[in-house]
């Protein structure tokens, strides 16, 4: 097998054993499946919201998938055929000899569909569980708070042993199939994680953010009803939107980023590997740096298991975010030692036997980067702490000052976010100063360094994902429970768990934000060393001179300060756009309840409301930005890169990371800061329910809501799906364009077709949806 070539015999026994354990954890997440489907499913009552929740839940993914796969089906050809307009790498030619270019076309097309497949299957099987799981959470409610607790987390951590097990078996597998070629599939896995992320965080995050500001503005505000009123047509489309959002959307959110920082160090290990061993091109590999993030995620899945297994309180202590919180830290310490095990046998350099720690550190420095960005998230959005106090005490004096104060808020958290990053970046720069006296050496290093960052930050995957599971599935079952009319003891569990939830769910966004982040910077390393040892082949050819070489982005240059400023720009654009659709979707939710709440007897509780009909407009709403958003995502860094140059796509994308880290994160802290702002308020601080501090911070909260959950998300995919359609082009242009020269005819007309789709996105985008009609 050629991944196996070069290996020595541990070496090879590690990249089994990580094959086995990512079988392991796939198989785990169906044993926990198993057992919650063993669970009670509570009264009748309770199984009829249930039942309504499922059917819509299931009818949009399905719808969803419908319009996703049009747009998949087609990059798969573009992907396929893009690989013949290149030349072959040097690691291609070196593996599959002449029939390199077929393979690597077909090995991309094919990792592509196993991302784009793997991401569904992760959001879509996590839903599902997620829907079981909430009804028997509210039923195991009546027996007490482990049990509901137990049902709730492990719900959720069949959604993060699934992501971590199929994203571990992709990487795995391609390493196996490829050996040094591997980048060049690996960049088809990780861009179809990416997109089918996009996808379900941007539909899922309109669908539940349009059905939740449409019920709580006529709901809670109009008709001063509680939140989960059967009697609201939109109830049912909200529980829905917490499953498709939430847990659909925030797995596959957090399925790429594990997948794209596994990528990005295996790519950029591949190339520490090629010219730390002596000349690049010479043929040797110091495979440790390739092997040595396997292993990682491998222990990390294991670290995750076994974490998990602590998570459980009892009725006494009665806290669900310490218990979660223990074993999280459990695992962080399982994994931390383990990867210094991990360090000692696979990171001894091959002829001198010395143990080379600066990767470990690196690692170490992301799990850092994972607690402290938590506890800066938390710092911001928790009841607990004085800016959500503040923006609480400002709804004294209307809904336009709680709105200010958010704002300001936000901003300000992600000056503090960005800051950290920096840190983080920073630490690798010293971890790996003075790595190599050649300057290049250390370059590839530091990247290599900031990608094991990334591994290290997402290093318990399992443990952030079952936490931020919780969250929905705990709403979910507060909401059934509401319906369903349960005793006030069960509904005191729930809206504690409820409760815990939102923090899990707002902590669990920083973390994705971080990662987000960590994963581009080094996908945008990967991109400038790349496009250096694409370039090569061409040097020597006499094509490109030594002057032609990408060895930086030079922001004096024009064209790259334009690139800056269109990369800054883009994710305004997706903001807007996101924002603009909850929007349009909310109105015709509020209309849509307002006619139903004024039929007779429905006030009254005689009458059950239409919720199918909330449930349409949603998932006619998410669906329709889906492939406009796509197109743009594609199309810009194409039309930037063969309009612009390949430097001027760097600066492009370093505008995409800067803007989008800062707009991710201020609009997912303002919404989860709105969010339990007027959930201290509704605890009988400044007034409690009803009042009109009240009635202000739900304004605020329902400006907040597509922020926090999505156009702030949206833009984590957005970022590395960007950066990773730039790798894949970076070779195209090289090859098609010379500098200085015009562009051919060929590359004329792509670009025009281009454009043309650009302005039809945008369009599209922007035009009112057709009114929906359900009899």
């Avoid at 569990?493 to 707002?506: I, P, S």
Wanted: net charge negative; aromatic share 8%.
């Amino acid at each position: 097998m050629h991944g196996l070539d070069g290996l020595d015999g541990l070496q090879q026994a590690a990249v089994w054993t990580v094959l086995a354990i990512s079988i392991f954890g796939i198989v785990y997440a169906f044993i926990l499946r198993s057992q919650i489907l063993a669970q009670d499913t509570g009264t009748d009552k309770m199984r009829e919201v249930w039942g309504f929740i499922r059917s819509g839940a299931n009818a949009y993914l399905s719808s969803q998938f419908r319009v996703i796969a049009i747009l998949v089906a087609v990059l798969t050809f573009f992907l396929a055929a893009s690989v013949f307009i290149v030349p072959p790498t040097h690691e291609a030619v070196e593996v599959f000899g002449d029939n390199a270019t077929v393979a690597v076309a077909i090995g991309r097309a094919v990792a592509f569909l196993m991302g784009s497949l793997f991401s569904y299957a992760v959001g879509f099987v996590g839903m599902n569980v997620a829907v079981e799981g909430n009804v028997r959470v509210a039923a195991a409610s009546r027996k007490g708070y482990n049990p509901a607790l137990q049902i709730a987390y492990k719900s959720g951590s069949v959604t993060g042993m699934l992501t971590v097990g199929l994203g571990l078996l992709g990487g795995t597998l391609i390493f196996l199939v490829f050996g040094i070629a591997a980048p060049d599939a690996l960049l088809g896995f990780g861009f179809g994680g990416s997109l089918i992320a996009l996808f379900m965080r941007v539909g899922g995050g309109i669908y539940t953010k349009a059905a939740d500001v449409g019920a709580d503005l006529v709901g809670k505000v109009e008709a001063g009803i509680p939140e989960d009123d059967p009697r609201n047509a939109a109830v049912i489309a909200d529980l829905v939107g917490d499953n498709v959002g939430d847990c659909a959307g925030m797995a596959a959110d957090v399925f790429e980023s594990f997948e794209v920082t596994l990528v990005s160090a295996l790519i950029l290990g591949l190339v520490l590997a090629d010219i730390s061993s002596g000349a690049m091109f010479d043929g040797t590999y110091d495979m440790r740096f390739v092997i040595f993030p396997l292993v990682l995620r491998g222990i990390g899945v294991i670290a995750s298991v076994i974490g998990n297994l602590f998570v459980k309180t009892d009725e006494r202590t009665r806290n669900a975010m310490a218990a979660m919180n223990r074993g999280f830290y459990i695992a962080a310490a399982i994994a931390v030692v383990a990867s210094a095990v991990a360090s000692y046998f696979f990171m001894r350099h091959p002829e001198t036997g010395v143990v080379d720690w600066r990767p470990f550190f690196a690692t170490v420095s992301g799990v850092l980067l994972a607690i402290a960005l938590d506890k800066l998230t938390e710092y911001f959005t928790s009841t607990h702490f004085n800016p959500v106090k503040e923006t609480s005490k400002s709804s004294q004096t209307g809904a336009a000052t709680n709105i200010l104060s958010g704002l300001a808020l936000g901003m300000e958290s992600s000056v503090w976010a960005i800051s950290v990053i920096a840190i983080s970046i920073f630490s690798s720069v010293v971890i790996f100063a003075g790595y190599s006296a050649d300057a290049m050496i250390t370059f590839t290093a530091v990247l290599y360094g900031v990608s094991l960052t990334g591994i290290g930050m997402l290093l318990l995957t399992g443990n952030t994902i079952s936490m931020d599971s919780f969250g929905p599935i705990s709403d979910n079952a507060n909401g059934i429970g509401e319906m369903a009319g349960l005793d006030k003891n069960a509904r005191n569990v729930m809206d504690d768990l409820d409760a815990v939830g939102n923090t899990t769910k707002a902590v669990t966004k920083g973390i994705a934000i971080g990662s987000a982040v960590i994963a581009a910077v080094a996908l945008f390393g990967s991109y400038l060393t790349d496009v250096g040892r694409i370039q090569q082949p061409l040097i020597d050819k006499g094509i490109l001179t030594e002057d032609d070489r990408l060895v930086g982005i030079n922001v004096a240059l024009p064209e790259v300060f334009i690139g800056l400023l269109i990369g800054g720009a883009i994710p305004f654009l997706f903001s807007a756009l996101t924002i603009r659709a909850v929007s349009r979707a909310a109105a015709q939710i509020v209309n849509e309840v307002r006619r139903q709440f004024r039929i007779p007897g429905l006030m009254e509780g005689k009458v059950q409301p239409d919720y199918a009909r909330a449930v349409m407009i949603s998932t006619v709403a998410a669906q329709k930005e889906l492939i406009s958003l796509g197109i743009i995502a594609v199309v810009v860094p194409v039309m930037v890169g063969f309009l612009l140059g390949v430097e001027a796509l760097g600066g492009f994308l370093a505008g995409i990371i800067l803007t989008g880290q800062l707009m991710a994160v201020f609009q997912s802290n303002a919404g989860g800061a709105w969010d339990n702002a007027k959930k201290y308020i509704e605890e009988g601080n400044f007034g409690g329910k009803h009042s009109e501090p009240h009635k202000a911070a739900v304004v605020g909260d329902t400006v907040g809501d597509p922020l926090k959950d999505t156009s702030g998300p949206a833009l984590n995919p957005m970022i590395k799906v960007i950066n990773l359609v730039a790798l894949i082009i970076a070779p195209v242009v090289v090859t098609l364009t010379k500098p200085g020269e015009p562009l051919g005819v060929g590359v004329m007309i792509g670009m025009v077709v281009c454009f043309a789709a650009l302005v039809w996105a945008v369009w599209q985008s922007k035009r009112e949806a057709p009114q929906t009609d359900i009899k």
